[in-house]
């Protein structure tokens, strides 16, 4: 799911990278507007926010906007010093930028209990989940070949729209890869919606330690290919001796 990349990609890789990634994504948003009134994947809300507190003059607010637009570019870029190595380390670039994100979300979930709704705390606290949804994003993006995005909803939209304009109106003309990508899109849409949902519903019952769940979920997609590759070694060891 995570280490596979180019030509040894299936289309089983990017489904479960999104059915996981996607959920992740949905819960940071939804737990982190409940927590600090901000849409900690919305890129492009946060543009229009910035030009709206610009023509204002509100600059103190527009420069925390600006803020939070360099920390997701900054948490892409991070995450591409390491996912877009080469070399034998190539394989596990992944694992770097996704502890990072797993340790800004347990930090967040610790300490947001002291958020006091001051213009610092959330500038940081807000920022943080920022950063760390740029770099779950260009870290899936990279992996699956652009062909996940795990953070925002608007080119899947707009994807699944051309899609399932082409199967209903040229129905003969590549078929079968159309409706798979529209699988995809789909469960990128479900699975960030539903991730949404769990995250709201958790938060106002766990408050701040909501955060923990999907510190939890990266858990296993961090190592969900680590225990498949050890099991698969076992299995050809014990097969091994059967058939000398």
Not at 84 to 105: A, D, N, Q, S
Not at 145 to 163: A, E, K, N, W
Not at 168 to 186: A, E, S, Y
Not at 225 to 231: G, N, P
Request: hydrophobic letters at 50%; a positive charge.
């Amino acid at each position: 799911m995570l280490r596979h990349t180019g030509k040894k990609r299936s289309y089983k890789h990017n489904l479960r990278l999104a059915v996981l990634l996607c959920f992740t994504a949905g819960m940071v948003n939804a737990a982190g507007l409940f927590a600090f009134a901000v849409l900690t994947t919305n890129v492009t809300g946060h543009a229009a926010l910035l030009a709206q507190k610009l023509a204002s003059g509100d600059f103190r607010a527009a420069r925390m906007v600006a803020l939070w637009l360099l920390l997701f570019l900054a948490g892409a870029f991070f995450s591409s010093i390491f996912s877009g190595k080469t070399g034998p380390f190539r394989r596990w670039g992944y694992v770097i930028p996704i502890l990072c994100e797993m340790i800004i979300l347990i930090l967040v979930g610790t300490f947001g209990h002291t958020y006091d709704q001051s213009i610092l705390q959330t500038e940081y606290f807000a920022g943080s989940l920022l950063f760390a949804m740029g770099m779950q994003n260009a870290l899936v993006s990279t992996i699956s070949g652009y062909v996940v995005r795990t953070t925002h909803l608007t080119g899947m939209f707009t994807d699944l729209g051309i899609d399932l304009h082409s199967v209903l109106f040229h129905p003969h003309q590549h078929n079968t890869d159309v409706r798979k990508k529209i699988v995809l899109r789909l469960v990128i849409i479900f699975f960030f919606l539903g991730g949404g949902i769990a995250g709201g519903y958790a938060f106002l019952r766990l408050s701040y330690y909501t955060f923990y769940l999907p510190a939890g979920v990266l858990v296993i997609a961090l190592f969900y290919d680590l225990f498949r590759v050890r099991l698969r070694k076992m299995v050809r060891r014990m097969q091994t001796p059967a058939t000398t």
